[in-house]
């Protein structure tokens, strides 16, 4: 096997050993890493929208829950979903916009 390469320093009259993997561990995370991150924190945001939107249509539509949804719950829950979800998506989409109208300014 390999092993990484070391520098030793004197820092203060104490010695320190530095490898290639601390400097690389120190330059922050890998792309990998970054990647799978950002993968992780959306689908936790999808998690938590799926949730919300469930709790808000549950409340509002299913009067008496039971074994079977009415027609009315069934066509309210749809709606409701719908204009969550298109909502949602507004709201993202003007929060990127100004987001983006204020770093042109700059």
């Given amino acids: 096997y390999c092993l990484p390469s070391r520098v030793i320093t004197e820092s203060g009259g104490s ?3 530095h490898t290639a993997s601390m400097a690389a561990e ?5 792309r ?4 799978f991150i950002e993968r992780e924190q959306q689908l936790a945001q999808v998690q938590q929208m799926i949730a919300t939107l469930t709790e808000v249509c549950f409340e509002k539509c299913i009067s008496s ?5 009415s027609s009315r719950e069934t066509s309210c829950i749809e709606n409701c979903a719908k204009r969550f979800v298109d909502t949602t998506q507004f709201v993202l989409q003007r929060a990127q916009h100004k987001a ?3 770093s042109s300014t700059f």
């Fill in 65 to 69: 829950p039971g074994s079977y949804l």
């Fill in 32 to 35: 990998e890493l970054q990647a």
């Fill in 15 to 17: 010695l320190q050993v």
């Fill in 26 to 30: 120190s330059k922050g995370p890998s």
């Fill in 100 to 102: 983006d109208s204020s």
